[in-house]
């Protein structure tokens, strides 16, 4: 796993009661990781702040899993690997 999406898992596992390393693509943000909706706009503003990025009107709410959000953040930030 690279550096980036180490950085992304660890901001998702500040929100929740998982550690980073039992995060995975599959999992759901409200059904598998408890997260809330301000949860997950806090998590955004992480991520951006994180890679200097403004999702803004490219963030598609219709995002689930972990995997979907980590899709669009590697779509924004050309270095990233999975």
């Not at 503003?45 to 598609?60: C, I, K, N, R, Y």
């Amino acid at each position: 796993m690279d550096k980036g999406k180490r950085k992304f898992l660890s901001i998702i596992a500040e929100f929740t009661t998982y550690p980073a390393e039992d995060i995975e693509d599959r999992m759901h943000f409200v059904d598998d990781l408890g997260i809330d909706s301000l949860d997950l706009a806090q998590i955004i503003l992480s991520v951006e702040s994180e890679f200097d990025l403004d999702l803004g009107e490219d963030l598609d709410f219709n995002i689930e899993t972990v995997g979907d959000a980590y899709a669009l953040l590697k779509e924004k930030v050309e270095d990233l690997e999975d």
